[in-house]
Nanobody, 119 residues
C-alpha cells in the first residue's frame, strides 16, 4: 500500500505565493516520476509540473517562470513552489507518482489540496 498526502493549499490573493508538499509513504523501493496536476471547477484535470527521479523538470506553459517543482528523494517528498499566483491558478492540486517495488511498477494519486486565488 502506498499513500500520497498533499498539504500547503489555501486562500491567497493574486500575486501571492504558496508552497505545496506531497509526501509518499508505504511499501515501495523507489519513486520514478512525481507530478503535480490541478483541476479547476468544470474543467479536466491537467498536468502542471513533472519531475523525474533524476531531477529533470517540465511545466505547462501557463506556469513557466512562476512555479517550481522540486523533490527530496530522502524524504520521498515533492514540492511545488507557486509564485505570482493568478485567479486562473485556482483549483484542486493533486500529487501523482509512479512507484517501483521489485519488478512491479504502479501509479497513485493523492487526495488533493485546494488552492484558491482571489483577485
Amino acid at each position: 500500500q502506498v499513500q500520497l498526502v498533499e498539504s500547503g493549499g489555501g486562500l491567497v490573493q493574486a500575486g501571492g505565493s504558496l508552497r505545496l508538499s506531497c509526501v509518499a509513504s508505504g511499501s515501495f523501493s523507489s519513486i520514478n516520476f512525481m507530478d503535480w496536476y490541478r483541476q479547476a471547477p468544470g474543467l479536466q484535470r491537467e498536468l502542471v509540473a513533472d519531475i523525474t527521479s533524476g531531477g529533470i523538470t517540465n511545466y505547462v506553459d501557463s506556469v513557466k517562470g512562476r512555479f517550481t517543482i522540486s523533490r527530496d528523494n530522502a524524504k520521498n517528498t515533492v514540492y511545488l513552489q507557486m509564485n505570482s499566483l493568478k485567479p486562473e491558478d485556482t483549483g484542486v492540486y493533486y500529487c501523482y507518482a509512479e512507484f517501483r517495488r521489485g519488478g512491479v511498477v504502479w501509479r497513485s494519486w493523492g487526495q488533493g489540496t485546494q488552492v484558491t486565488v482571489s483577485s
